[in-house]
C-alpha cells in the first residue's frame, strides 16, 4: 500500500501528464507525484495491473480515472481528502467493472483481517508536524504513526500503553512508576526523547486537549480506543507549528470520523502470578445522517485494572542495595552492593531505643522489652539480616486503575463551502490505594516520665541516669496512608470549515474544557496531635494524660502508648489521625482560525500556505482542607494556589516547491513556519520557526532535513505552586549514611521560558526493485536552554558537593549536621540535550505456507541514544546508556520488532521489545559498585486472532488471545537503596501476563 502525497490537489486543477504503459502501482506513485495528491492502497489491490499510456494535460480526477480504467478498481475520497483505491463491490460484474466517480465519505473498517481496510497503512500517514497536510515519509520531520489495528494487536488496553513501548517514547509517567506519585497516579502520560512529559504536546485531530493534571499533562485515558483511527508521532520540535509544549514533538490522535456502523468489544486478563487482573468493554458507532450531509460518530469504554498491589510474589523485588559502611576509595571495599534481606536498623514494628546506653532494646508486643539483634553492614538506618523490618514492606507494584470515557463527534456540510463540527468528551479515572506506613525513623523523644514507658525501663534509665532516649518505630499498627484519586475531565469544541474562493480553506474552532482532580489521603498523620499525644504522663487522677492536658484540660488530646506492637488505642489512632483533602480545578479556553491555500505556482508547482492566529485562557484554582492551608499533615500537606495564563499566538507556514523532474531532483521542496507569542507572565514575547527540506534524489531515495528554534513557557504549576512537603531517602556523603529528611517543593513566578534548538536529518530508502519495503533513518538533535526542573533531593545534594552554590542553598542541615530540608524550587537550571539516531523499516509481501496463500507484515523501530545530558554550569552528566533506577536514565539500545502473518481469517502476531544493556551509573566512582553494569532484555509478546463472518449478515466477529512476555523474563537485578525494586520506565513488571477478549462489527 502506497501513500505518495503532499498538499491535497484541487481535483479540477489541470495537470500535464506523460506516462508510458507500466504497472499500475509505478503509474500511481508518478500520478500521486505531479498532482501532488495523497493516494492509498494495499499493494495486493494493485498487484498485477497494468495502466495504459496516459499523455497530455487533464484534471487530477479525470488522469485518476483514466489510470484505473478496467481495472476493476474504484476510488474514495475520505473525509481527509485522502484517495483510496479499492476493489470494486463483488455484485459488478467484472466485464463491466469502469473506473467510478470519485465517492465522498466512503466507510472503511480495519478490523476486517484480509478484506476491507483504513485509510492509512502502518508506515503511511499524514503528518502532525505541520499545518499544511502532508505525508509521513516526505515530510521534513520524521513521523511514526500506529493504526488502530496496529494498536489492538497486542491487547493493550490504551493508546499510551502501546505508544510506551515505542523506542521514542520513555514511559516515566504510567500506573507502573506513580506507585508513590499521588500526583499522577491515575494518568497516564507521555514523554519523547525523556525530556519530560510537558515537553511532548497531546492533540486530538490536530486540536489541544485540556490538561488532565495540574502539572499540564494531558493523561491519554480520555479518548476511546474505538473511535481512533490512527495515532501519529511528530518526533521532534514543533513549536512552530502547535505551539508550546512542542518541544521533543507531538502525539496526535486521530479520530475515526468516517467509521460506519458498530464496533465493540470485551476482554480480560491476568498474569501468571495471579493478580493484575483487567477487565475492559468498549464500543464505537459511526453513521451518516441527513442524506449524508452529516456523520455522528459516538464511543465509549469501561476498564477496570486490579493493579499490583503486592511486591513479594516476584521474587526479583526481594533484592536491595545495600550500603557497606566500612568501604573507603583506598580500603579495596565497595560501598554499595546487592543483596536481600536488608532491613531497618533503626525501628521496628514495636519500637526499637536508637540512643543512650539502651540503645538495642526493642519492644515485643505487651511492650516486652528485647534485645534487638542487629545485622551486618550495619548503618544509621539500614543494616542486613538481624531483627529489624524489611526496607520493603509488602508495597504496590503497579497502581489499580477504574476509568471510564464517552467521546461523541459530529460534522455536517451546511452547504457546498460549509462543514460545521461540534465534540463532546467525558473522561474519569479513579484509584485508590496504601500508600506507605507513617514510620518514625529513631528519632521518636520518649521521656523518663511518659506514661506508658515500661516498668522495667524506668528502672534501667533511673539507674542509668537517663532523662530521656529516642525511639524508632515502624507503625504498622497504625495503618497505611491511603490515598484515593479521582479525576474528571469535560470537553466541547465547536468548529466550522469554509471553503474559499480559488481552492481557499477556512478552519476554525472553540474549545472549552475543564479537569476536576480531587485527591484524599485517609489515615493522615496530624503533626502536633501525634507529638502532644506521644509525650503522656500520669496525670492527677493516676490515668495517663497528655502533657498539654495539664495546662489544658479541654484540649482534647489522646495519649498514645507506643510500646510493642498493636498498644495504641484506637482512641489515640482516632486523635493522631485524619484526611487530608485537595481539589485541583484547571480550565482551558481556545479559539483558533488557520487559513490553507496555494496562491500561487511556480516552475515546479504549486506553492501552498497556511497561517492563523490561535487565542489560550489557562487557569487554575487549587483548594485544601484546614490543616493542610496550615501545613499541619506529617505527609500530605498541599497549600492552596492558582493562578491564570493568557497567550496570544499567530503563525504562517509555506511549503515551496522548488525543483522537479530534474537529473538530480524528482523533486525538491522547502518547507518554513514561524510562530509569535504574548504571554501575559513573565514570558512576554517569544517567537519559534522552523525551516526544512525534502529531496527526492531519485524514485528511491529521499533526503530531509530541519533546523528549529523551539520554545516552551512554563506551566501555571511550576509558576505558582506554593511550598509542599514531603520525604525522602537521601544517601549523605559526608556523614556516609542513608536517613529520610523533609523534601519541600514549590514554584517559581520568576521562572523564564525554555528554548531549544533542534535538528534533525534523515533519509527515505524506497527501492523500485519491490513495492513492498520501505525504509528511513533519521538523526536527531534536541537541546534545550533553561531548563526548568525540580531536581530530585539527591542529585542537589551531589552536585551541591561537586561546587554548585546555587544547589547548596536549598540545602539544610541541623545542628548534628544532618540535613534537615532539601528545598526543590523549580529553576531554570541547566541544559539538557537529546540526541540519537532512529531506523524504522517496513516491508510487506504475500506469503504462502503450503498450500495458504497469506500476507506478511514485519514492521522494526530501532533507537539508538547517544546522548542525553544535563549541563548546570559546573556538574555535567549523561543519562545515555544508564539504565539504574532512575526515570531520567535511558539505554544507548531500544526496539521494538513486529512481524503478524494473516491467512484465512486468521492473524499471528509476535513483538520483540528490546531494553539495551547500560551502566546503573555514570556518577558512581568505581569502588562504589562492584559491578556497574545492567544487562538487557528482550520481551517477547504473541497474539492470535480468529476472524468469523456470520453467514447472511455484515456481522463480523474476532475471537483474541494475547500473551505478553511470552517467556515470563524477569527484569534484571537492578534495585535501589530506597523502596523501588527496579526501573519501571524500562522492565516488564508484570511477568507473563495473559489476555482473552472477543469483538463485533456490523
Not at 200 to 219: A, I
Not at 264 to 279: F, K, L, P, T, V
Not at 653 to 674: G, H, I, M, Y
Request: with cysteine; glycine share 8%; hydrophobic share 35%.
Amino acid at each position: 500500500m502506497w501513500i505518495y502525497p503532499a498538499v491535497i490537489a484541487a481535483q479540477d486543477a489541470t495537470y500535464n501528464f506523460s506516462m508510458d504503459a507500466q504497472e499500475l502501482s509505478k503509474s500511481l506513485r508518478e500520478y500521486a507525484r505531479i498532482t501532488r495528491a495523497e493516494v492509498t492502497f494495499r499493494e495486493e489491490v494493485v498487484a498485477g495491473k497494468t495502466a495504459p499510456v496516459l499523455r497530455g494535460v487533464y484534471t487530477a480526477s479525470d488522469a485518476l480515472n483514466m489510470l484505473i480504467e478496467g481495472s476493476g478498481l474504484v476510488v474514495d475520497r475520505g473525509r481527509s481528502g485522502v484517495l483510496i483505491l479499492r476493489r470494486a463491490p463483488e455484485q459488478v460484474p467484472e466485464t463491466t467493472a469502469q473506473a467510478q466517480p470519485i465517492r465522498q465519505n466512503a466507510a472503511s473498517d480495519s478490523f476486517d483481517l484480509e478484506g476491507d481496510y483504513d485509510e492509512r497503512a502502518p508506515e503511511e500517514i499524514v503528518v502532525s508536524g505541520s499545518r499544511i497536510t502532508r505525508s509521513g515519509f516526505v515530510t521534513p520531520t520524521p513521523t511514526t504513526m500506529l493504526s488502530a489495528e496496529e494498536m489492538r494487536q497486542f491487547g493493550e488496553s490504551n493508546v499510551a500503553d502501546v505508544l510506551n513501548t515505542l523506542p521514542a517514547f520513555a514511559a516515566t509517567s504510567t500506573p507502573q512508576t506513580a506507585t508513590r506519585n499521588i500526583n499522577l497516579a491515575g494518568g497516564n502520560f507521555l514523554n519523547l526523547r525523556n525530556l519530560g512529559v510537558i515537553r511532548t504536546l497531546v492533540l486530538v485531530d490536530g486540536r489541544r486537549f485540556v490538561p488532565t493534571s495540574y502539572k499540564g499533562y494531558t493523561s491519554i485515558n480520555v479518548v476511546p480506543f474505538e473511535v481512533v483511527k490512527r495515532t501519529e508521532v511528530v518526533t521532534g520540535g514543533a513549536s512552530a507549528a502547535w505551539g508550546s509544549g512542542a518541544v521533543a514533538g507531538v502525539v496526535n490522535i486521530i479520530l475515526n470520523d468516517d467509521l460506519q456502523g458498530f464496533r465493540g468489544g470485551i476482554q480480560a486478563g491476568i498474569s501468571e502470578y495471579s493478580d493484575a487482573e483487567s477487565y475492559r468493554g468498549s464500543f464505537g458507532w459511526g453513521s451518516d445522517y441527513q442524506g449524508g450531509r452529516g456523520h455522528l460518530l459516538i464511543g465509549a469504554e469501561f476498564n477496570t485494572s486490579k493493579g499490583i498491589t503486592t511486591q513479594s510474589d516476584r521474587p526479583w523485588t526481594h533484592w536491595q542495595m545495600a550500603l557497606n559502611p566500612n568501604a573507603t576509595s583506598t580500603n579495596g571495599q565497595y560501598r554499595y552492593f546487592f543483596t536481600e534481606d536488608v532491613r531497618h536498623s533503626n525501628m521496628t514494628p514495636g519500637g526499637l531505643i536508637t540512643t543512650t546506653a539502651l540503645a538495642g532494646t526493642q519492644f515485643l508486643p505487651g511492650g516486652v522489652s528485647a534485645p534487638f539483634n542487629y545485622g551486618d553492614f550495619r548503618t544509621s538506618s539500614y543494616m542486613v539480616g538481624g531483627d529489624g523490618m524489611m526496607v520493603k514492606p509488602d508495597l504496590l507494584l503497579r497502581n489499580p486503575l477504574d476509568r471510564a470515557n464517552f467521546f461523541a463527534h459530529s460534522t455536517y456540510e451546511l452547504n457546498e463551502n460549509v462543514e460545521l463540527t461540534a465534540e463532546l468528551s467525558y473522561a474519569v479515572t479513579a484509584t485508590e490505594f496504601d500508600f506507605w506506613p507513617h514510620t518514625d525513623s529513631g528519632l521518636l523523644l520518649i521521656r523518663r516520665d511518659n506514661a506508658f514507658l515500661p516498668g522495667d525501663i524506668a528502672d534501667r534509665m533511673d539507674a542509668e541516669g537517663i532523662s530521656f532516649f529516642r525511639m524508632g518505630r515502624a507503625n504498622l499498627d497504625m495503618g497505611f496512608l491511603h490515598d484515593k484519586i479521582e479525576n474528571e475531565t469535560i470537553r466541547a469544541v465547536v468548529g466550522a470549515d469554509f471553503d474559499l474562493a480559488n481552492s481557499w480553506k477556512l478552519s476554525t474552532y472553540y474549545q472549552h474544557g475543564r479537569n476536576t482532580n480531587d485527591v484524599e489521603l485517609t489515615n493522615a498523620r496530624i503533626r502536633d496531635n501525634y507529638t502532644a499525644s506521644v509525650d503522656s504522663v500520669i496525670g492527677p487522677n493516676g490515668t495517663p494524660v497528655c502533657r498539654s492536658s495539664i495546662a489544658d484540660p479541654g484540649n482534647g488530646c489522646v495519649p498514645i502508648n507506643l510500646f510493642g506492637e498493636g498498644s495504641p488505642s484506637l482512641a489515640a489512632l482516632d486523635y493522631v489521625h485524619g484526611s487530608a483533602w485537595r481539589n485541583h480545578l484547571t480550565k482551558q479556553d481556545v479559539i483558533a482560525a488557520t487559513v490553507q491555500g496555494e496562491p500561487i505556482s511556480n516552475w515546479a508547482g504549486p506553492v501552498s500556505v497556511a497561517f492563523g492566529a490561535e487565542y489560550r485562557r489557562d487557569s487554575l484554582v487549587t483548594t485544601v482542607d484546614e490543616i493542610s492551608a496550615a501545613s499541619g499533615w506529617t505527609t500530605g500537606s498541599f497549600l492552596p494556589f492558582s493562578g491564570k495564563v493568557n497567550v496570544r499566538e499567530a503563525f504562517v507556514e509555506t511549503v515551496v516547491p522548488l525543483l522537479v523532474d530534474k537529473p538530480f531532483a524528482r523533486s525538491l521542496d522547502l518547507n518554513a513556519s514561524a510562530r509569535y507569542f504574548d504571554y501575559s507572565t513573565n514570558s512576554g514575547s517569544l517567537h519559534s520557526w522552523k525551516i526544512g527540506t525534502t529531496w527526492d534524489i531519485t524514485d528511491e531515495f529521499r533526503l530531509r532535513a530541519t533546523l528549529s528554534d523551539d520554545m516552551r513557557a512554563p506551566t501555571m504549576e511550576e509558576l505558582f505552586t506554593e511550598a509542599l512537603y514531603y520525604t525522602a531517602n537521601i544517601s549523605d556523603p559526608v556523614l556516609n549514611e542513608v536517613y529520610r529528611i523533609t523534601d519541600k517543593r514549590s514554584g517559581n513566578p520568576d521562572l523564564e521560558p525554555e528554548t531549544a534548538r533542534t535538528v534533525t536529518a534523515g533519509i527515505v530508502y524506497t527501492p523500485q526493485w519491490t513495492d513492498r519495503l520501505r525504509m528511513s533513518l533519521d538523526y536527531h538533535r534536541i537541546g534545550v536552554d533553561g531548563y526548568v526542573t525540580t531536581e530530585t533531593v539527591q542529585r542537589i545534594l551531589n552536585r551541591c558537593m561537586d561546587g554548585n552554590a546555587r544547589l547548596c542553598d536549598l540545602i539544610t542541615r541541623d545542628s548534628d549536621g544532618r540535613i534537615d530540608t532539601i528545598n526543590r524550587v523549580n529553576v531554570n537550571l541547566a541544559e539538557r540535550i537529546s540526541e540519537g539516531y532512529d531506523l524504522e523499516t517496513v516491508y510487506k509481501a504475500p506469503l504462502a505456507v503450503g498450500s495458504l496463500d497469506g500476507n506478511l507484515t514485519v514492521r522494526a523501530i530501532v533507537s539508538y541514544q547517544s546522548r542525553l545530558s544535563y549541563d548546570d554550569g559546573i556538574t555535567s552528566y549523561d543519562a545515555a546508556g544508564v539504565v539504574g533506577t532512575g526515570n531520567a536514565s535511558s539505554p544507548h539500545w531500544r526496539g521494538r520488532v513486529t512481524a503478524t502473518y494473516a491467512v484465512n481469517g486468521y492473524q499471528t502476531s509476535m513483538a520483540a521489545r528490546h531494553v539495551g544493556d547500560g551502566a546503573y551509573s555514570k556518577t558512581y566512582p568505581d569502588w562504589y559498585l562492584e559491578d556497574r553494569h545492567i544487562s538487557s532484555r528482550t520481551y517477547f509478546d504473541f497474539s492470535l486472532n480468529k476472524l468469523i463472518s456470520l453467514d447472511r449478515s455484515d456481522t463480523k466477529v474476532r475471537l483474541s488471545l494475547s500473551i505478553r512476555n511470552l517467556f515470563g523474563a524477569e527484569p534484571p537485578l537492578n534495585p535501589s537503596t530506597g523502596y523501588t525494586p527496579n526501573n519501571p520506565a524500562l522492565y516488564d513488571y508484570y511477568g507473563r501476563y495473559y489476555r482473552v477478549g472477543a469483538r463485533v462489527s456490523f
